[in-house]
């Protein structure tokens, strides 16, 4: 048998050769590499920082906690969190049910087309933010959008939907719905086929009415993806950046100002890295603490069958 | 492989490597378009043609401030890059720049004298007076109009009510009402007398209606009637006299889209729209921003800046002289969308000759700069921002500029003294 030329010369691989934990490292050190060397000491780097005063280049002065004081007596990063927990809730309210609701008609046997309609939901999924915020931008526009001429359609006032600050938020959640859901159907849609059929058979056979069936099997034996969903979107949520950049600029009167929109201007615009840091810290802080209290809920709501 | 093979590949990569060592490169950090980029090209065939042993790279990123930022901080800045002159105040001071006083002293031919009175200024070091990048063109405020429109009208163009001395912003407001149609009758405005970017360009009012706002780079003071009164007069001319396409209606189509679908009939920018507009199918012209209590235009300033870190400052030197000599600016005065930086170029036939349909009227731009200081001061971002945020609800009629003026001024009083 011949074997690679390099073993001979590397005693102690030959051993490990069969062993698997040897080959499990070797195939994820590309990928933890790069985790640490973007995630880990980015994110490491980043809470040093936040306890200095730095415009971004140049020497760094340690002001302590200075930074973190600052935010809480800073009017705009309060309204930017508030604007960015109006956003969070307004996601999870009305885009999680909806990607549940699509998921449940797009399981149903007897819709024809239902790949094809399918591929239609998760379509945006998969295009650019910069370019869906540009054509949102035209459906969005005052008076000659498509949304407020549906609003029309149906009897309702036009909207002044990206310069009203009552309406920019609405906005940019209704988007931003459009855009996200459909990749939250998908999740949906697999934990609906992992459900057994067995389960509905019997409750037929016991008289169970649809709704029923929803209920107490669909919504139970679904809680694992409901929870792994709404943990993903209120993290991506909290993060949103995009639509306000180019969509309406963090305006009008600061109404879709964002906590990553304001860390982008401090840093970059402002040249207040030190800070910009400080907001970041917390807005992981506020992410890690949201995330432990939906686990211990978790408990409460959610069946592992 | 026999080793003769070897051999050649092993010289043909030392000679290319001889090649790139005697050729030496550096790197120009550019904003813009395409067709910026395009005319950059030009100047570096140009500069090649003197130089021919200095490689340049264009780099154009999308996001200029943040990869600028970026490749500073990780010591591998670009050589030679854009400038504005409000975001120079921020480089010179983070210690990013490089001082060229040393190599303008060394320059004979480089002339000071040359550059626009202030111009130079701008890129110097308060206190030293040294010369920290090299101003490579700039701009005012021009109005564009519509001549087809006036003369239908029967009035008599902003050129000549400059010359009558009646171009003041209150004539400019008489004008624009008579331009001001509903062509259709149905109630809704067709045709604007004039359209501006008011909620980003305010900036051209006050100091017209004599407020001083830019004191010193530590002190800017906007809580004061005359800022009040240009403040107020800019937002009636849409909410009040229905003259000038208000907020909502520039959200649907932005200033130049107004004036360029014959639907406003007057507009003020700077130099760069000349060459968007000289396609346009109607005539046009160019004439002085109207005054009040003062003649006032804004100025935009772009310099070169070399970077401290740059390996070979000598060579980026040389470009950016070359650049902002006499060749480099005759080249940005046939491109046509900024004014030479250089008198003896602005005032030749190079730059005059570059819109030929403009005729004398290119030199409106330069009627005003002996009375435009240029405009800085500390924390621009922040406090541009906290302004136009704060006058927000004086463009869509919900205050007054009276009233939202002292909130404004308290913003800037505190960002100014977290220093």
């Known amino acids: 048998m011949t074997r690679p030329f390099f073993f001979p010369m590397f005693a102690r691989l030959r051993r490990y050769k069969y062993q698997q934990w040897f080959w499990g490292y070797l195939f994820v050190i590309p990928v ?72 449940i008609l797009l399981n149903q046997k007897f ?74 159907m998908v999740i949906f849609l697999a934990g609906l086929q992992g459900i057994p059929k067995t389960y509905y058979e019997a409750a037929e056979i016991d008289g169970a009415t649809a709704w029923h069936k929803f209920r107490y099997i669909t919504l139970p034996l679904l809680s694992p993806t409901t929870f792994f969903v709404i943990i993903t979107t209120m993290i991506t949520s909290f993060q949103i950046f995009q639509q306000a950049y180019i969509l309406t600029e963090g305006g009008p009167r600061e109404a879709t100002t964002t906590i990553v929109f304001y860390i982008y201007k401090n840093a970059f615009e402002w040249f207040k890295m030190g800070y910009s840091c400080a907001q970041s810290v917390f807005l992981l802080l506020v992410l890690i603490l949201a995330t432990l209290i939906q686990w211990r809920i978790q408990r409460r709501w959610v069946h592992y069958a | 492989m026999s080793w003769w093979k070897i051999a050649l590949v092993g010289l043909l990569i030392l000679l290319m490597g001889w090649g790139l060592l005697a050729a030496q490169k550096i790197s120009l950090m550019m904003w813009g378009g395409a067709v910026e980029e395009k005319e950059v090209r030009g100047y570096l065939a140009a500069f090649n043609e003197v130089y021919p042993d200095i490689q340049v790279e264009i780099i154009r990123p999308a996001d200029y401030w943040p990869k600028l930022m970026a490749m500073i901080a990780a010591g591998t800045p670009p050589d030679v890059f854009y400038m504005g002159f409000p975001e120079f105040v921020t480089y010179h001071k983070m210690g990013a720049l490089f001082d060229l006083q040393s190599y303008v002293e060394a320059t004979p031919d480089f002339n000071t004298l040359d550059f626009f009175p202030g111009t130079l200024d701008a890129f110097r070091d308060r206190e030293t007076g040294h010369l920290y990048g090299v101003p490579k063109d700039w701009s005012t405020y021009v109005v564009y109009y519509n001549v087809e429109m006036f003369e239908e009208a029967g009035l008599p163009t902003p050129n000549e009510l400059f010359g009558y001395g009646k171009w003041s912003w209150f004539d400019l407001l008489e004008v624009a009402k008579k331009l001001t149609k509903d062509i259709d009758g149905d109630g809704k405005i067709d045709v604007y007398g004039f359209a501006y970017n008011f909620p980003g360009r ?39 006299h229905k003259v000038m396409p208000g907020v909502t209606e520039l959200a649907e189509m932005s200033a130049p889209d107004w004036f360029a679908n014959q639907k406003a009939a ?23 921003v109207p005054y009040y209590r003062r003649m006032y235009t804004w100025v935009d300033l772009v310099a070169y ?115």
Request: glycine share 8%; aromatic share 14%; with cysteine.
């Open chain 2, 202 to 240: 305010w900036k051209l009012l006050p100091p017209a209606f004599g407020a001083k706002w830019v004191q010193a780079p530590e002190k800017v003071v906007v809580d004061t009637p005359e800022f009040a009164e240009a403040i107020q007069f800019l937002a009636d001319l849409a909410l009040v």
């Open chain 2, 305 to 419: 800046c070399v970077a401290k870190d740059s390996k070979n400052p000598d060579a980026a030197w040389k470009l950016v002289n070359f650049l902002t000599g006499p060749k480099g600016q005759e080249m940005v005065a046939q491109a046509g969308h900024a004014i030479p930086i250089r008198m003896s170029v602005a005032h030749s036939p190079a730059f005059i000759e570059a819109l030929p349909e403009l005729g004398i009227h290119n030199s409106v731009h330069l009627i005003p700069i002996t009375t435009a200081p240029i405009t800085v001061f500390d924390h621009w971002g922040e406090i541009w921002t906290a302004i136009n945020r704060g006058l927000e609800p004086v463009w869509t009629g919900e205050k007054k500029a009276a009233e939202v003026l002292p909130e404004i001024q308290a913003e800037i009083d505190r960002i100014l003294a977290e220093g």
């Open chain 1, 111 to 184: 819709l024809k087309g239902r790949n094809f309609f399918r591929l239609i939901y998760f379509l945006p999924t998969v295009t650019m933010m910069a370019a869906v915020s540009m054509v949102w931008k035209w459906l969005l526009s005052p008076n000659y959008g498509l949304v407020n001429y549906f609003l029309g359609l149906v009897g309702l006032p036009k909207v002044n939907w990206l310069l009203d600050p009552k309406w920019a938020m609405p906005g940019l959640i209704l988007m931003s719905i459009w855009k996200g859901t459909g990749f939250n």
């Open chain 1, 32 to 103: 933890m590499a790069g985790f640490f060397l973007f995630m880990v000491y980015p994110m490491i780097s980043g809470i040093a920082l936040s306890f200095y005063q730095w415009p971004g280049i140049g020497p760094k002065e340690w002001v302590g906690v200075a930074n973190y004081l600052k935010m809480f007596r800073d009017v705009h990063f309060l309204r930017a969190v508030g604007n960015t927990v109006y956003y969070t809730l307004g996601i999870l309210v009305l885009g999680v049910p909806l990607a549940l609701f699509w998921a």
């Open chain 2, 266 to 288: 007057m507009f003020i920018c700077g130099r760069w729209m000349t060459m968007k507009f000289k396609t346009l199918p109607f005539k046009w012209d160019i004439a002085p």
